[in-house]
């Protein structure tokens, strides 16, 4: 069997909980950490790379932690003995064997990079297309809470050193209006506002919020659920309207680029299927010039170094942010230093994710599967 071969493979979990506690964002919708699922793939000549998955409880995307865990036992037997640097070629595997479930495939593509990385010497910002600088820009998101306290939290963060706000809206319009106004006035004018209203306003109640805060300025996120809503909201404004719940794969993307839809999208690695398919969107986004923000929907350091790697290698105009989901949780899953200052984060430098990725830190596997 090839040095390169897969010839085992781990499914761990571990629980991470937030550093903030519960976590809050419209239709009463909390979780009290993320619930991750990490995966060790180990090829013949004894490396092994890593990666994560942590949905956002089960409510945020068609994704669920004890689902995908199964998904994984069902396909891990399925991929020993295959060249684990043929990390496309695995996708296909992957997706021929189990029919959609992205969020499922996303750790063991992830797993899959770092390998490749750790075997060459290479960093996933290489071999994504090489890093642009050293540093990304950090969001940090304000949960919805009274218009005061939400004041307070983003003059907090912009305290520390943070310059880009995500203000949780999507409850009632009204309440949503004096939110956002209450940030906006609190703080500096080159402070960057998104609006996330995380799919959970219709156009009425979206058409209102844009009427009332027409001379602020921040960029829409998300505001309605359906693709037709959203597309109905974009022809009837100019406000800056980025879209990421919408965004789950290529054909959406090309058909909202075609529909003059969005002026940016946030790709999750977890929805979309992992590192692979978050990069092919993310070429198609700089194809179109458009602005890409990449994160995932949570995990600690594995998931941050994963999607911060493709962010970095992805063109510096055209980065809106990323977020350190390694911060909000009590846990740790890896060694290495992510650096954060004036709200901007730079990664472990090194091979694959850069991480000294430790098992003792997440306890014993659940499932084991290994060549004979
Ligand atoms: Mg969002």
Redesign the pocket.
């Known amino acids: 069997m090839a040095e390169a071969s897969i010839s085992s493979i781990r499914i761990f979990r571990q629980w991470q909980p937030f550093r903030d506690g519960t976590y809050r964002c419209s239709g009463g919708r909390s979780a009290e950490g993320f619930d991750s699922t990490i995966v060790e793939i180990t090829s013949r000549d004894g490396i092994a790379g890593y990666g994560e998955m942590a949905p956002l409880g089960s409510f945020y995307d068609p994704s669920f932690a004890a689902g995908a865990r199964e998904a994984m036992k069902e396909l891990a037997p399925q991929l020993l003995g295959y060249d684990a640097s043929g990390i496309e070629a695995l996708n296909r595997r992957m997706d021929l064997l189990l029919k959609g479930h992205p969020y499922a495939k996303s750790a063991i593509d992830m797993a899959l990079w770092d390998l490749a990385g750790k075997r060459s010497g290479l960093s996933v910002a290489s071999m994504s297309g090489g890093a642009e600088g050293t540093r990304l820009p950090l969001y940090r998101s304000i949960a919805q809470q009274s218009p005061d306290a939400m004041a307070i939290r983003a003059q907090g963060y912009v305290a520390e050193g943070y310059r880009r706000l995500q203000v949780k809206v999507g409850l009632d319009v009204n309440e949503d209006i004096a939110r956002l106004e209450a940030v906006r006035t609190a703080v500096p004018a080159d402070t960057v506002l998104f609006c ?1 209203a ?1 799919a959970s306003w219709g156009t009425a109640e979206t058409r209102r919020f844009l009427m009332a805060t027409r001379l602020l300025d921040y960029t829409l ?2 505001p309605c659920a359906s693709y037709e809503e959203n597309l109905a909201i974009r022809r009837a404004t100019d406000r800056p309207l980025v879209l ?2 919408t965004i789950d794969g290529a054909d959406v993307l090309l058909r909202a680029i075609s529909d003059g839809l969005v002026d940016g999208i ?1 790709i999750k690695l977890a929805r979309v299927g992992g590192l692979t398919k978050a990069k092919l969107l993310r070429d198609i986004a700089i194809a179109k010039n458009l602005k890409v923000t990449i994160e995932d929907t949570g995990g600690a350091q594995i998931g941050t170094a994963a999607y911060s790697n493709l962010l970095l290698s992805t063109p510096e105009g055209l980065r809106q942010h990323t977020v350190d989901f390694h911060n909000w949780v009590t846990v740790s899953n890896a060694r290495g230093e992510f650096f954060i200052a004036d709200g901007m984060m730079s990664l472990p430098a090194g091979r694959g994710l850069g991480l000294d990725a430790d098992p003792s830190l997440f306890g014993d596997p659940i499932f084991a599967s290994k060549s004979q």
Do not use: F, R, V
Request: hydrophobic share 0%.
């Open positions: 996330d995380n996120e998300q990421d719940e946030t």
